[in-house]
């Protein structure tokens, strides 16, 4: 099956390339009656939109969002919704080395190899600017995952450098361009980022994605787990190479005493974990507990210093980018996190209700 | 769509329960006319089965694999492949405790939520047993692969003893009983072990599984990248709680610079890559070099010292394990690993088979 | 997608070959909690099962269905059900010449053309052999569709002979061995038939299978329309050469006045349609009316005359079969199409459970 | 899974409504380096464009269609293709009385019963509207399928007029405003539509369509059988009430005898059928001959007679349709048949050049 489609009854497409007239997704099996405008999605796309700090790509995109059908008076009909941006800022006049060259930890090399073609204007169809419509999209599941479930995001390690977890603020994570809840890091980020943007050079992040209020029993066991659609979901943002899920790596180092979440029972006799090292889902299936995902981001490939690579004719050469790029493309991959977990929920949700019992308690 | 497959052109589903009559798996899209018998599945199902050492579980399963279609004079029809393992050793006479009360770390409750109904025999679905039929699926998909491609895995954590990647010698793996590359670390687990194996305790675990000769150019960017699908693939296994690829979370903390695997040619003539911090895979293609998968195994929540839960009818209850159990689950997750990351290559080789254009220079 | 399976979240898939040990099945997505026990399933295998009449195959299988998964204490639990059915009457010594020759109008060429293999013992994977297992799959399809909706099939035509459409009486179906709804057909195609077989010709056949009680607004516009998963559901049987809904090919002779299906308000308010050329969808979705699908079946290529044809060698040959066939495969097609409408409805309730709205009305 | 989407590894999605902005389809799974322009599509476009003669509806649309992605200097690059048609002339203001009513033979009253809303402007998502998009993706697939597979259509009966077979002239069907391949026949139905459109009636038809040059072994069975995947796509489109493949109900009324397409081998040595009652297809597998489809199109339901019907109030209304629509909406589905063949075929051809094996002769 083709590759641009994710999820199974919520399930999009995204089409496009960074320097062609337009980049867009449609939204496949959106129950109908929910409320949905331009707006809604907009929101969501204003917060990922490039050039908005001196530490994301200085492109100039309003991202402007078109919905071109599935919404009737307002409500959604259950037909597809088909979303539209047009791309306004694309400088794709000189890209005269870039278009022969393989630009070290780029996809130049791969998509040459698998096509032997390739869009090599701003990175084509492998350019980030793929995942505005996952933000789009994200918008769409959040509204088919309701008020009652919250999901934010978070940057929570640039570099080496990581926040301090005991200062975590959720109210900290909009007052810096950088989504990070612990206001000492971000302090410290400013002048990191500063630094690693006058040489050139950039760095790597970790982000983690929380979803509140998610009920139990999402998730369909046992190759469409929970947590294994989530995997799949953030490792296929761009630049993406780790995720985990609750205790993660950190998991390995613990005993089965200290890792096992125990359980009570709440003042409201409902089921209470006293701890979340699972983040949120056993054997593929949410618990209700916070659901919490992070995944890490690696350093942007454009930098300032000369690499060493190959052209596509056998030569070897060198490459430096110049050009408009993220120091920390991290920082941006926040809203993107934050879609991709509302995606995957909104999904599960559909397919939860789908084939649950006569009479489930859950839900 | 249902949860028990995996897979897109190469398409397995499993059954079976822990304490059922048998487990299995139906493979599907295999390419007619591969040499397979049954003793090519069993070799592999060997080495995951419990059993053999004090280290694992001490069930006694013989594991015996029979072939009961898809397969003719010795070779693949291109038909659906049925495989089917008798369950022996079920001993599931007692299960008063555990029958009604939610054991911390594992699915009982997500189960009893989600379904309102659960084969509490020995985790039923929710078991490890399951991954038999994942080493089983994986062992044909070797086969599709063919020769040039060889996949190996190794466990190079358990708890926080790290082993010496300086001292890594793929020879020592087959001499100890954890697949330890590290005939040092193989020797301090074995006390470590042996400890926590008789305090009733567990240990999580982490585990790399590599892949030598693949083609450049497997993978479907954008979703189902070859890392998107891997990712999926190791989560989707029991306990698992993390997957990095290449450099991981570690790439996180890499400059641009140091991240950048640079290009030269070899003597060759041919593309060669000076570093791997990407895992052998860039924009979700395959490079050609070595794919590098490593992932998280959350120690065994069977555990003897009693933890705090609940039952199904809303009492508080203290709960150990006594049975027969795995002091670190992520020994036998090794062939399991490896046979995930067979399957997700076997599946994008077909589906790089049937897109790739009419004179593709790759594979 | 390998081509085994059908369904998207009731969804099965279908191993084994006419002379191997053993066929089955794997049924995934089906609803938690429903009673479901083998005698449920054999009901329905025994109305399909060979050697019951002259008229058809006098090969002598049980068919004896079992149990291997997803079902605990008479209840399925949302696992996978596995079944299976072991071959007992496979005589497969003697295919000497079959081996090697195509026999006209069976698929023994194009699974040699496509597959360069085949297993020729009874036709292998092509056999009819693999409808029990549609049978099996209808049965437990029937349990998720509950009481409330009934599904009945009928022959209505052997050769050029039809049933007269006003002596249809439903208790006729039972009483005698066509599943014919008109006794005075039920009389004269006996001696059709008798005299068919005698000269070891065959006849084709239409079936017609009809379900009621069936709520309004199943189906998946634009591609999943209900009719167009009918279409495909049917003309996936074996020998089926034509699919029809409501008025079918009679449609395209009527005038618009005619065929349109007049809408009136019944005694309890609800909607009334004084007529059924629809049968029972409109835009792919389900009007609550009958659901009335009819297939055409071919003659049973398998006859005593001599053909011409040839073998895999390049040599022109004649071939005539002898062996166990019948001399009009659709009347075994009734119990199969009676199945496959279960299934896609099954199918489809599931998928409308998972999308509709907040406060939709229907169902 | 969401139902608009069609095929497996050629994909496409349309979205759109009849008044909306814009309608649209995104094809996925297109091989790289095909040459690919706007004006390729746009010549099987305006073959389907309404308005071209007065048989057919006098909405004027150019239906001028852009490429917005997936192609890169006059080449398909593997990424998704985007085409979009701009609805231009959408009269929409005056819908006041089907707004709330259910017009007899259309999906409103289904499609109001199972979203509980729906976009009454035009038909909305049920326009026959949206199988212009049908036709541009099937412009895309015959790019896949190459010069060596022609794809032809033809209207072979209006209401109870059929042509004569042995008057079948190819270069008719470009003749006539009726796709018909029988000169007297089109004579006859110039009068007859003339009739039919003055008394604002309409009829209904059946179209043929024929693909020559398939290779064999095209097909996966047992569920995605060639045939089964077209009667699947047949019957999605617009009106469709039946399905057939080569002999198709005829084949019932056959005997063994008679129906068995004999082989022998021809003067190049090559196996050659001596009829093709099979349509080209046994076991759901291609055998090389043409691939012959034929399927009934209902009556156009908006018509001038006033038919009985209620509204969404709950009053029974009659209902007669001014407006602009076909007399024989069957015409226009010749070229919407032709494109689902083509896509079938390029779907197929893709999915066989995955699984077949490492040395198939076929292909």
Redesign the interface.
Known sequence: ??????G????Y?????SH?????C?V???????PLAAPDIQHWLDRRRPGQSKFTTQRREPDHV?I???V??G?T??????LLIENVDARSKDYGAIKDQ?R????D???Q???????YRGG???SAR?TAMRVAAGAVARKVLGDGITILGALI????DRIDRSAWDWNEVEKNPFWCPDAGAATRWERLLTE?RKNG??????IEVVASGVP??L???????L??????????INA??????????????????K???????GND?R?VF?SN???GI???????QDIVVRF????????L?P????DRF?N?VEISTKGRHDPCV?IRAVPVGEAMLAIVLADHL?????????????E
Chains 1, 2, 3, 4 share one sequence.
């Open positions: 099956m083709a590759g641009n489609s994710f199974t009854l919520f399930r497409t995204t089409w496009g390339e062609g007239p337009a980049i867009g449609v496949d099996g959106v129950p109908p009656r929910l078109r071109l059908s599935g009737f008076d409500l009909t259950g037909a597809p919704i088909s393989f070290p930890g780029h996809a090399y791969t998509y190899a698998k096509y032997g073609i390739r869009d084509g169809r492998a793929e390690q640039i570099g080496a690693i050079s950039s760095l790597g992040a970790v139990v029993g998730g369909e066991p046992v190759y469409d787990k947590d294994a659609d989530l995997a799949k979901a953030m490792m296929s993406v190479k780790g995720v985990e899920i609750g205790a993660g790596f950190g998991a390995a180092e613990l005993s089965g005493e890792n096992a979440d125990e359980m009570r029972l006799g089921p006293l090292n699972a983040g056993l054997g593929g299936i949410s618990t209700g890490a981001v690696k350093p942007t490939s454009s930098i210093t690499r060493r690579s190959i056998g070897e991290g559909l397919r939860h209700r789908a084939t649950r019992g006569p009479s489930s308690g859950s």
